[in-house]
């Protein structure tokens, strides 16, 4: 499990390399992907992949918008990156591969799986955001 949150650190690190995010912020984008997933690990053995990856999102959310008002940086930064630890790449990768092996059965599980994994980080997404906005407006 440490090798996989120490993984996840430096995937989402540069990734951030890659788009550019300030030097600044490198190491903030990092923690909160390897935080993220941690959480996704965690909650993985006592819940689905899918509620996990609801749960990684959640946390990645709220913590993408602590660092943004601590760092006085747009939430976006600390969110694109930390969050791509939890991106379905692997699952669409298998339903395509079903796809040419001609197992449509195992490509439509796969399918809807990452359908619904991309569905939870969305909602996740924004509950976050809506409730940080709504406590900003209340101020």
């Known amino acids: 499990m440490i090798i996989q949150v120490v ?4 995937a989402t690190l540069f990734f951030s390399i890659i ?6 912020n490198l190491f903030f984008c ?5 935080v993220g997933w941690l959480v996704y690990l965690l909650t993985l053995t006592i ?3 899918v509620f996990s990856s ?25 969110l694109i990156a930390g969050i791509i630890p939890l991106v379905p790449g692997a699952i669409l990768y298998k339903a395509i591969y ?5 197992d449509y059965n195992m490509s439509t599980y796969y399918f809807i799986q990452s359908l619904q994994i991309a569905g939870a ?19």
């Open 121 to 139: 980080i969305a909602v996740a997404i924004f509950l976050i955001a809506s409730v940080t906005k709504s406590s900003r407006i209340r101020s």
């Open 30 to 34: 990092g923690i909160i992907g390897a």
């Open 54 to 78: 609801f749960l990684g999102a959640i946390i990645v959310s709220i913590l993408s918008h602590i660092f943004a008002k601590i760092r006085k940086t747009p939430v976006t930064v600390f």
């Open 19 to 24: 788009f550019r995010i300030s030097t600044k």
């Open 98 to 102: 079903f796809i040419v092996a001609e």
């Open 47 to 49: 819940e689905s992949i």
């Open 7 to 10: 993984s996840a650190f430096f």
